[in-house]
């Protein structure tokens, strides 16, 4: 089983699924792309220019695709300590740029 969480460019919740299923949204701006990849690299997520970024230990992941706009961070359940602090140091970075962290979890 996974777990996403999305950082998205608002908090008004009525735009969040036309955002996560890639629509832009002409009142919320598009994602710095650049630099949401830039902050997720600073998180030990590793990967391709234009890629998945991932963190793997063990049998814990956390998977990272940053697109215009959202950001998808993805990882398993039943993870180890370090997986953890992997996930609040993304989730860190995306508040610090300016995006919200969704939680479709709840």
Request: negative net charge.
């Amino acid at each position: 089983m996974s777990i996403n969480y999305f950082g998205i460019g608002t908090a008004d919740a009525s735009r969040v699924g036309s955002l996560v299923e890639g629509n832009p949204d002409p009142d919320v701006p598009p994602i710095d792309v650049a630099a949401a990849r830039t902050a997720m690299l600073r998180c030990r997520l590793k990967g391709p220019a234009n890629g998945t970024l991932r963190w793997e230990s063990g049998g814990s992941y956390v998977f990272v695709d940053v697109s215009p706009t959202c950001v998808l961070v993805t990882h398993n359940t039943g993870g180890d300590d370090d997986q953890l602090f992997v996930v609040m140091d993304i989730t860190d970075a995306l508040n610090r740029i300016g995006l919200n962290v969704w939680d479709p979890q709840q």
